[in-house]
């Protein structure tokens, strides 16, 4: 018998609904009647509380191919949480470069480094763009890291895609306003992003 089946099996002999279930195991009833139609399986710490619930051994819930598979899924649901705390990271750390001197200034014959905060001698309209987009790239780096654990699909294959692309952006910015050092770093980020990104896809 499937876990999916097991599950209904041992739903039904306790006289619990879907949503009762659900209650007892804080989840939505959504992601139960997906486990139940075998659309999914139950994170480790769902699977131990199924197992509590039930009195049943996590052995006893899943065939051996199942936890195969189940070990898969996990492996799978761990690094994109790996992903979305490396990329999360890495963006709100990105406000450091508010502070260093990476920022070029042309004062009479020479190019001094300075940091954003001090950076005089450019138009208006760029420094405004250089704050935007590290702002916009910190403020979802933290957006990432709050929601780690959020289980929406849409979220789960687009956020990476969209950290990458603020990335992205941040460095042609910084390429085509002349901006070699901040253009340097940026782009060694979008390397390690893209790197995990397609190792872990």
């Not at 994170?43 to 051996?64: M, P, R, Y």
């Not at 690094?79 to 963006?91: E, F, K, Q």
């Not at 002349?178 to 992003?193: E, S, T």
């Amino acid at each position: 018998m499937e876990f999916n089946e097991k599950l209904q099996q041992l739903r039904k002999e306790k006289n619990l609904t879907q949503e009762a279930l659900a209650q007892r195991l804080f989840v939505s009833r959504a992601t139960i009647s997906k486990w139940e139609s075998g659309r999914g399986y139950p994170s480790i710490d769902s699977l131990k509380a199924i197992s509590q619930l039930f009195d049943i051994s996590i052995d006893d819930l899943l065939s051996n191919e199942e936890l195969i598979r189940f070990a898969e899924e996990d492996k799978k649901e761990n690094m994109i949480s790996l992903r979305y705390l490396l990329y999360g990271i890495l963006d709100v750390m990105s406000v450091i470069f508010v502070f260093i001197p990476l920022f070029g200034q042309k004062k009479g014959d020479i190019i001094q480094s300075v940091s954003l905060l001090k950076l005089e001698w450019t138009e208006p309209y760029m420094r405004i763009a250089y704050f935007t987009v590290i702002g916009i790239g910190v403020l979802y780096g933290a957006i990432e890291l709050a929601l780690q654990k959020y289980q929406n699909e849409l979220w789960k294959r687009y956020s990476a895609i969209l950290s990458l692309g603020i990335t992205i952006t941040a460095t042609v910015l910084f390429i085509i306003s002349r901006q070699p050092y901040m253009a340097f770093f940026m782009f060694w980020i979008v390397i390690l992003k893209g790197v995990f990104y397609l190792k872990h896809q």
